[in-house]
Nanobody, 121 residues
Framework: QVQMVESGGGSVQVGGSLRLSCAPSAGRMLSSSVWGWFRQAPGKDREFVALIRWRGGTPLYADSVKGRFVISSDKNTAYLQMFSLRPEDTAVYFC???????????????WGQGTQVTVVS
């Protein structure tokens, strides 16, 4: 079963930057695919962060990250560049793939195991 594989998490100071990457464990992405990034902090529900269509176009961001995070994709890999990180950005970040351009996690069918991002002051 194909899964998404995330990398690039870690610990960073407030105001710092990180770049997350995501790729499928096998095979290639379909041109109709939608890449999504989500995150889940301890004790909280999984929340939408950003999404973009595989073929490009206008990305969509959660208000909490707009202007600080950038989602992009390059053939079979998706990226989430995070700038000006804040303590409230601390969470496990998940990459997911679906076929619908929407922010509901249930619209995404293939997920990764997540990568921890910790922002320390």
């Amino acid at each position: 079963q194909v899964q998404m594989v995330e990398s690039g998490g870690g610990s960073v100071q407030v105001g710092g930057s990180l770049r997350l990457s995501c790729a499928p464990s096998a095979g290639r992405m379909l041109s109709s695919s939608v890449w999504g990034w989500f995150r889940q902090a301890p004790g909280k529900d999984r929340e939408f962060v950003a999404l973009i269509r595989w073929r490009g176009g206008t990305p969509l961001y959660a208000d909490s990250v707009k202007g600080r995070f950038v989602i992009s994709s390059d053939k079979n890999t998706a990226y989430l560049q995070m700038f000006s990180l804040r303590p409230e950005d601390t969470a496990v970040y998940f990459c997911a793939v679906g076929s619908h351009y929407e922010t509901n996690p249930r619209a995404f069918t293939t997920w990764g195991q997540g990568t921890q991002v910790t922002v320390v002051s």
